[in-house]
């Protein structure tokens, strides 16, 4: 699968953060660091593993290159990092330790999740079962509305970038990759050509306003991805795959979908549609019947029970799914302790 980022066009710097509290070192790695293998890497970044020499700690050091294509980048890489620390209480987003800078980078030093990207999951030849995939989602889910209530906008949510804090059993979710991130609202309305072409929601290649419904097209394709080992717009070449996107070309056949619950693919189906408006947000998903098994797991006074308390949508999917659904197993069985509470609050606006 093609990990090719888009050309961003020229006003790919306007709407930066600029303000940064974590000092930037220019004391050399090595002397700080042991730095072993690769873990990853992208266009303009390698990542390494790296040991604190001090404290035995294992990090993730994000080398960024300053300068690209001629270009001097500082300012990307110090939004990069200030995204960073705005996300700093998200329990679902990789925290930033340190930052050092060499010749020719800067290096962000990340807390490591050892477990890998979620994409290895959606390539392999054995896919993990649906209750471990409603627990990646309903976690990506949580990372995700924590960054909307901030108002920042991931904009590259693809599998690569959703990783794991152990690999077996599968860990919990980190997001990382904060270079597309934007602030909503710092600089009006926001409209970028930027992503990769498989995971580009239909408005940024129609050159229209990106707003948080950008993220939850992202979470439709790697939640497809995750059920069915395949990539829902991927075409032979980026022309094909853009066409793909445009035209909400996917694939629901019973072949893509044999073994995948009826509530998944009604999960993905809402997601996957072309009007950012007729998605529903990160909170609202988090009421889906496909993903209740994962409400049951949490404590009523949890945090995230009051953010769906608070969006009170547990009285809105229901209605949509039709007979169908509310005569699953799931329905009933599945059915969360608190969901009197949570219908009672409704407030019916979806
Ligand atoms: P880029 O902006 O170049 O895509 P990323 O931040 O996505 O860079 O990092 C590239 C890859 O490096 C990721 O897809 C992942 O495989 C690996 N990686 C990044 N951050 C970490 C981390 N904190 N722990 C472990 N691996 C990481
Ligand atoms: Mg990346």
Redesign the pocket.
């Known amino acids: 699968m093609s990990r090719r980022r888009l050309d961003s066009r020229s006003g790919l710097s306007a709407g930066l953060l600029g303000e940064i509290q974590t000092p930037v070192s220019t004391e050399p790695m090595e002397s700080v660091y042991e730095i072993t293998g690769e873990?990853?890497?992208?266009?303009?970044?390698v990542?390494k593993h790296c040991v604190e020499k001090a404290t035995g700690k294992v990090f993730?050091a994000?080398f960024l290159r300053k300068r690209r294509r001629g270009r001097d980048c500082r300012a990307e890489i110090i939004h990069e990092m200030a995204v960073l620390e705005m996300a700093r209480n998200n329990a679902r987003v990789?925290n930033l330790h340190a930052a050092h800078e060499t010749d020719h980078d800067i290096v962000l030093v990340?807390?490591?999740?050892a477990g890998?990207?979620i994409f290895d999951h959606c390539v392999s030849e054995e896919l993990l079962p649906e209750a471990q995939i409603t627990r990646l989602i309903w976690q990506t889910l949580e990372g995700v509305h924590h960054l909307h209530q901030s108002n920042l906008v991931h904009l590259d949510l693809k599998p690569?970038?959703i990783?794991l804090t152990s690999l077996s059993p599968p860990g919990d979710i980190?997001i990382?990759?904060f270079?597309l991130a934007r602030r909503l609202g710092a600089v009006g309305e926001l409209r970028e050509i930027l992503g990769t072409p498989e995971y580009v929601a239909p408005e940024i290649l129609n050159y229209e306003p990106i707003t948080t419904a950008t993220d939850l097209w992202s979470v439709g394709v790697i939640a497809y991805m995750l059920v069915t080992g395949e990539s829902p717009f991927a075409g032979d070449n980026k022309q094909e795959t853009f066409l793909n996107v445009s035209q909400v070309s996917v694939d629901y056949s019973r072949e893509a979908f044999s073994r995948v619950s009826e509530l998944a693919v009604d999960f993905i189906r809402k997601l996957l549609v072309k009007a950012p408006e007729d998605r529903p947000s990160a909170a609202e998903c988090m009421c889906h019947p496909w993903l209740w098994p994962q409400q049951i797991c949490l404590s009523p006074d949890s945090a995230t029970i009051r953010i769906v308390r608070e969006r009170s949508c547990g009285n809105k999917w229901p209605h949509r799914e039709g007979k169908e659904n509310r005569d699953s197993p799931h329905y009933h069985a599945k059915r969360p302790r608190f969901d009197g509470e949570v219908a009672a609050a409704g407030d019916g606006d979806f």
Do not use: T, W
């Open positions: 873990l990853g890497r992208g266009k303009f970044a990542v993730a994000k990789v990340l807390e490591y999740a890998g990207e690569q970038n990783l980190k990382v990759d270079g």
